[in-house]
């Protein structure tokens, strides 16, 4: 079920992202409007992924290491954008949808390790799919 929520996770932060960006992109150039977008949506998508897809506590160790997982996706979504807009002449509003595509499965391995790790040698998942549901108080 995980992969089913992260990929429902990824419909609404692509378009959030998309939204963002055809927001900036009218006063800022393409690739400035991109990164503002790419930062912003980045942190809706990281508590929907710790809340809704692994089901796990949102703290500030995995909110500072979230982008680390990122790194991987605006690496290869920002040379994608920059190769389909500069040397396929791809239109500069389309670019980013279809550079995304090839980050999605290194985003899911990466997002999943920071955000499932355990912390202080104890889990901080709030529901696993795989384990039966007991009382936050307990813990």
């Known amino acids: 079920m995980q992969v089913v929520r992260f990929a429902l996770v990824g419909v609404v932060n692509t ?15 393409y690739f400035l409007a991109y990164t503002c977008a790419f930062v912003l949506s980045m942190i809706g998508s990281f508590f929907l992924n710790t809340y809704f897809t692994y089901r796990t506590r ?4 995995k909110f500072l290491l979230f982008p680390l997982t990122n790194l991987t996706n605006y690496v290869v979504t920002s040379v994608g954008v920059f190769v389909l807009v500069e040397w396929v ?18 985003t899911y391995v990466l997002s999943r390790r920071i955000l499932t790790a355990k912390e202080g040698g ?11 549901r007991e009382p936050l108080s307990t813990r």
């Open 89 to 106: 002449h791809m239109n500069d509003k389309i670019a980013p949808l279809a550079a995304a595509a090839a980050a999605i499965p290194f």
């Open 122 to 132: 104890r889990s901080s998942d709030l529901a696993p799919d795989d384990l039966p």
């Open 15 to 29: 378009a959030t992202f998309y939204g963002f960006y055809l927001a900036l992109h009218p006063w800022l150039p």
């Open 58 to 61: 949102p703290t500030w160790r």
